[in-house]
């Protein structure tokens, strides 16, 4: 393997470091990163930003081709995911800034970093608004978001697994069954539950059914993987003995699931904002909280929380790679290279932005309604 390809691929030390760091302090870089640089693009690897990766030949191996396939798009997809957030939080804090009487010069990021400046100074204006003022109540319910489904299946199709609902269904224990569930989720939910969760549930609305993670049984719909029984249909159903045929085949459909919960569509959190105080000041603080926070709390609990763990199964998934790209070729390791660096930058970008996010979100006292 070429030096380019070994520095490339150290990067992930980097990226769990930073990932790492979401729940603690990190000295960031000093810059931002905002794209993966030339040497990668184009000629290189022409499936890089194209789209069309799933499926793509990359080298003559076919089990390994499929597993870079899948880990390359979903390096493509965080960073896509990365760079949204990222500009939606700069936006919301912006928005805040000018609602708050915030400076125009306050509100200026710089070329390096766009977000950290104003929501810093938009949570250092509400810092000095409720000091002055009554407290403000601000709950929240989590974002609720439904995997692409679809993709997983055809992503999985691709990893040589059996994708067949009804075979897989048909033949695989029910202890031994997951998959996307559409209709009631009965067993292991493995991301928000919505319905009744027996055991401890992390948020619940106002009628007491659980809307977050539930520790324990779901009998409801499940947004993610869902194990054992589905009154409904199996959409991707997996049996894990078939999985732990093959580390491969298992690493393929682990970053497959990742791209799939990436790309979920999503409902942004349900916000409820309260006060006591009639000052002008007050007014305009709660107003702009209803109408802005929604987006920096969807980045944070996203980004923090909801799709940390997809994300390092990425990350070990090009570590995995690291000693396999010696005979693969220069196609296979440009593009490894390529999703190795965009994973860093997407890194970096995922920390200012939760950052970026919660120093607001801390200052307005924002708390998961029903406990989390």
């Not at 977000?115 to 100074?121: G, K, R, T, Y």
């Not at 539950?193 to 659980?210: I, L, V």
């Not at 580390?247 to 349900?270: F, H, I, L, M, T």
């Not at 690291?322 to 390529?338: H, N, R, W």
């Amino acid at each position: 393997m070429n030096a380019l390809v070994r520095l490339r691929l150290h990067v992930f030390a980097f990226v769990v470091a930073l990932l790492t760091g979401i729940a603690c302090d990190v000295s960031l870089p000093s810059t931002v990163p905002t794209s993966v640089d030339g040497a990668v693009k184009g000629a290189a690897c022409p499936e890089w930003g194209s789209g069309k990766v799933i499926g793509a030949s990359f080298t003559g191996d076919p089990a390994l081709n499929a597993q870079i396939a899948a880990f390359v798009q979903a390096s493509m997809d965080i960073q896509r995911a990365a760079d949204q957030a990222y500009a939606k939080v700069t936006n919301a804090c912006v928005k805040m800034g000018k609602d708050l009487g915030v400076p125009d010069e306050q509100l200026r990021g710089t070329s390096a970093d766009t977000a950290s400046a104003p929501c810093n100074a938009v949570a250092a204006k509400i810092d000095s608004i409720l000091k002055a003022n009554a407290a403000v109540q601000v709950t929240y319910q989590p974002p609720r978001c439904q995997m692409d489904a679809n993709f997983k299946a055809n992503c999985e199709a691709e990893c040589g697994l059996e994708v067949d609902p009804g075979k897989v269904v048909a033949n695989c224990e029910p202890a031994k069954l997951s998959g996307y569930c559409q209709g009631t989720c009965t067993g292991q939910c493995e991301g928000t539950c919505t319905g009744e969760c027996q055991g401890e549930c992390s948020a619940k609305d106002a009628q007491g059914r659980c809307v977050g993670e539930c520790k324990g049984t779901c009998k409801g719909s499940c947004d993610s993987t869902c194990h054992a029984k589905c009154e409904g249909t199996w959409k991707a159903p997996r049996c894990e003995v078939e999985v732990e045929q093959s580390k491969v085949k298992a690493d393929c459909s682990a970053n497959c699931e990742a791209s799939a919960k990436v790309r979920a569509s999503c409902q942004p959190p349900k916000l409820n904002v309260n006060s006591s105080a009639n000052t002008e000041a007050m007014t305009k603080l709660v107003a702009t909280l209803k109408a802005n926070l929604p987006a920096l709390l969807q980045a944070q609990l996203r980004l923090s929380k909801q799709l940390a763990g997809d994300i390092k199964v990425v990350i070990d998934t090009g570590n995995s790679l690291q000693g396999q790209l010696s005979a693969a070729g220069g196609k296979a390791i440009a593009c490894v290279s390529a999703a190795a660096t965009a994973l860093a930058q997407a890194s970096v970008k995922i920390n200012v932005s939760v950052k970026a996010s919660a120093s607001v979100s801390g200052k307005a006292g924002a708390s998961a309604s029903g406990g989390a």
